[in-house]
């Protein structure tokens, strides 16, 4: 036995695939690398009869059993080790939402799941059972997802067929009864297809000139088509022969010759019965006169015809009419959208033009060299806090287009909601009473502490514009809940924390509930709000994992609820989170290697590192950086790059010196990024721009330190 057949035996054909394939091309890495956990996992479903695939790390690799193959269909081999989003591009935010629902620890189920999948080169409709289920790595925490997949597509269309077949027998039973009560059957029939015995009752024999003697004895299907309009024949054989070939429910109309020598219209329904080896056995029905009702409704359709020709010329003048309203509909929007950019612009235009105004009267002053010490050290705290006041403003404005790298950290909910219902009850106006709700319970969440303060005021500020500034707004937590699906996205029934603020305002109407929380929508007047508030609240929470949801009765008020996934913390180690940081310590010569495409901001990133006692080197991009890095990193400590540069990104500069430097500590520093916004940091540590002396060098030293403390392998016993 090889030594990877014992890392992971059996498994039948995709066992012996999975251990032939190529993984050290795959973030997994080679399969002897495996941690216990991920071997047990593929050992489990490689030996499962059930279809069962497992997604792997953030980008959900698969791997995947000799019965989930069969399911793929034309897409296996091709899945087998490609990312879960890749492998099923049709059904990517499906899995989207799998993987981060999954990877939080919550699970999911489906029944009947309808999906369009691609498993032959063409869309097909199928149906699955789905249950998704964590699975968690040596720590403890979620490291795959595990997904048993049953194809319920045959029960299902079975279920369709019999109760489209119910329902059509239905529409036959209730057309015989109103004939029987209205008179119009004129005969009966039963065709024996074993014997090709054609009986009819005397009404039938009678109607058509027939001898209704000869009639009980069996008369030959030529003899029954004879007295058929020669125009209807052919329709009428290939409908007998459809009937008689798939089985079930018949119903065809046509035109017979009476005894009077005249053609009327007539209806046959009937049904043919198959023996238990589909061999058809009989076929019995009625004839049903309908001349009367084919002279109503030819009737009908040449009125129908008239009042058409009338709505046609009705319907394009309104259409003409719409299109008019529509252009001038979508010209106020436009318009609308450009105000409240101005407003917005305008806004921002007039509140970094004052914080610079402070800076530049500061940095005027401390040019002066006659300046006495006290004032020059009012003139540096008044730069610094304003410095700190503009960054705050530049996150808000990224958190509305929900493009901010969050910073988050683990916090006690419940004592943020209280201090934001402090804060608003001295704010948010005299005549509003707020009243906050908070169980003595601990609750933790993970998020940035400041986007979440934002979060809480902007919905206040909605609820106290929709109370007109007086009313009561009531703010409750809810730990240990469960995320509803929400406005089309999926739910979670792990925990998450439960933030609500109900009013007592307007209310909200129906028609808008669904439109709240797109950027720019508003309900207020021009010149009242910009409609990016519940925009910030909806990118913070979708990029921290939650949702969150509205209720409204008009006039009754309305309730926002934030959900935010929960988190267990070490109450202990809790209590020591407020020490204060210590002053980052200065540098021993250490080597950085400065990655910066900005010559003023790179220089100065060096300067900084220089006077705090670090030995720096400055590439202007990340193709520079990999060439002075070399194979061995070049003798550099740490290196220390920005996130957003032209070509190789700073992300994808620290994931592959992750693959070749694994020892190597990365910093990244950036004050926006798209990446980072969508995807996180993948566990670098990340500097926010504007950043101080005091973070560069504490962020510098506390990377270099954990490089520092690691074992040496070689002494390991």
């Known amino acids: 036995m090889s030594a990877t057949a014992a890392f992971l035996p059996g498994g039948g054909e995709l066992g012996a695939i999975v251990r032939a394939?190529?993984?050290?091309?795959?973030?997994?890495?080679?399969?002897?690398?495996?941690?216990?956990?991920?071997?047990?996992?593929?050992?489990?479903?490689?030996?499962?009869?059930?279809?069962?695939v497992l997604l792997w790390g953030a980008d959900g690799i698969m791997i995947y059993n000799d019965a989930y193959s069969v399911f793929a269909g034309g897409r296996h081999p091709q899945l087998l080790g490609s990312k879960v989003r890749e492998g099923w591009p049709e059904v990517a935010d499906f899995n989207d939402n799998v993987m981060r629902v999954g990877l939080s620890g919550g699970t999911l189920s489906y029944k009947d799941q309808e999906l369009i999948l691609h498993r032959y080169g063409r869309p097909e409709q199928v149906w699955m059972n789905l249950d998704y289920s964590p699975v968690l790595d040596e720590s403890g925490r979620p490291a795959g997802v595990i997904a048993f997949v049953v194809e319920t597509t045959e029960r299902v269309l079975a279920e369709q067929r019999l109760q489209a077949s119910q329902a059509l027998a239905k529409v036959y039973a209730d057309r015989i009864q109103l004939a029987l009560s209205a008179g119009a059957i004129i005969g009966t029939w039963v065709w024996d297809l074993h014997a090709d015995a054609f009986t009819v009752d005397e009404g039938f024999a009678r109607s058509f000139g027939l001898d209704p003697a000869l009639g009980r004895v069996g008369l030959s299907l030529e003899q029954v088509i004879a007295t058929v309009h020669p125009d209807d024949r052919q329709g009428l054989i290939a409908a007998i022969d459809e009937a008689v070939s798939r089985g079930g429910a018949y119903a065809h109309q046509y035109r017979v010759r009476r005894t009077d020598g005249k053609y009327y219209w007539i209806e046959a329904n009937g049904r043919v019965d198959l023996g238990p080896d589909g061999t058809p056995l009989s076929f019995p029905g009625v004839l049903i006169d309908v001349e009367d009702r084919r002279a109503v409704e030819a009737e009908r359709d040449r009125a129908i015809m008239m009042l058409r020709t009338l709505t046609d010329t009705l319907e394009q003048r309104v259409a003409e009419r719409t299109s008019e309203l529509m252009q001038t509909e979508e010209a106020l929007r436009q318009s609308q959208k450009m105000e409240a950019v101005g407003q917005l612009t305008g806004g921002v235009a007039h509140d970094f033009n004052n914080l610079l105004t402070i800076i530049r009267s500061s940095v005027d002053f401390l040019r002066r060299p006659e300046l006495p010490e006290a004032r020059k050290a009012r003139y540096l705290d008044a730069v610094s806090d304003t410095v700190d006041r503009a960054a705050k403003l530049t996150g808000q404005l990224l958190a509305f287009a929900r493009r901010q790298a969050l910073k988050p950290e683990v916090f006690h909910v419940g004592q943020k909601v209280r201090g934001i219902?402090?804060?608003?009850?001295?704010?948010?106006?005299?005549?509003?009473?707020?009243?906050?709700?908070?169980?003595?319970?601990?609750?933790?969440?993970?998020?940035?502490?400041?986007?979440?303060?934002?979060?809480?005021?902007?919905?206040?500020?909605?609820?106290?514009?929709?109370?007109?500034?007086?009313?009561?707004l009531t703010l409750r937590l809810a730990g240990g809940s469960t995320m509803p699906a929400i406005r089309g996205h999926a739910g979670a029934r792990s925990a998450f924390a439960a933030v609500s603020l109900t009013d007592t305002g307007a209310g909200i109407p129906e028609r808008d509930l669904g439109r709240l929380f797109e950027p720019f929508f508003t309900t207020k007047e021009v010149g009242k709000g910009t409609g990016l508030g519940l925009s910030q609240v909806f990118g913070f929470a979708k990029q921290s994992g939650g949702n969150v949801d509205v209720t409204s009765t008009p006039g009754r008020g309305a309730t926002f609820t934030l959900y935010l996934p929960q988190v267990e913390v070490d109450r202990e180690a809790d209590e020591t989170d407020g020490a204060s940081a210590p002053q980052a310590p200065l540098g021993a010569g250490q080597r950085v290697l400065v990655v910066e495409d900005n010559v003023e901001v790179g220089q100065f990133a060096t300067q900084i590192l220089q006077d705090l006692g670090y030995e720096t080197t400055w590439a202007a991009n990340a193709e520079e950086a990999l060439d002075r890095l070399g194979r061995d990193g070049g003798g550099f400590e740490v290196v220390f790059s920005d996130v957003v540069m032209p070509g190789m990104g700073g992300l994808a500069l620290a994931q592959e010196l992750a693959r070749r430097l694994p020892d190597l500590p990365v910093v990244l520093a950036s004050g926006y990024s798209n990446v980072l916004a969508q995807e996180g940091t993948h566990g670098f540590d990340l500097l926010h721009k504007p950043y101080s002396a005091d973070q560069l060098g504490r962020?510098?030293?506390?990377?270099?330190?954990?490089?520092?403390?690691?074992?040496?392998?070689?002494t390991a016993h």
């Open 699 to 714: 962020v510098l030293s506390q990377a270099v330190g954990r490089t520092s403390q690691a074992p040496d392998p070689s």
């Open 21 to 52: 394939y190529d993984w050290a091309a795959t973030p997994l890495g080679p399969i002897e690398g495996w941690s216990q956990s991920l071997r047990s996992a593929v050992s489990t479903l490689l030996l499962s009869p059930v279809p069962i």
């Open 421 to 472: 219902a402090d804060m608003l009850d001295t704010v948010i106006g005299a005549r509003i009473r707020v009243v906050a709700e908070v169980p003595d319970e601990p609750c933790y969440i993970r998020a940035d502490v400041s986007q979440f303060e934002t979060a809480l005021v902007n919905m206040a500020v909605n609820a106290r514009d929709a109370m007109d500034g007086e009313g009561t």
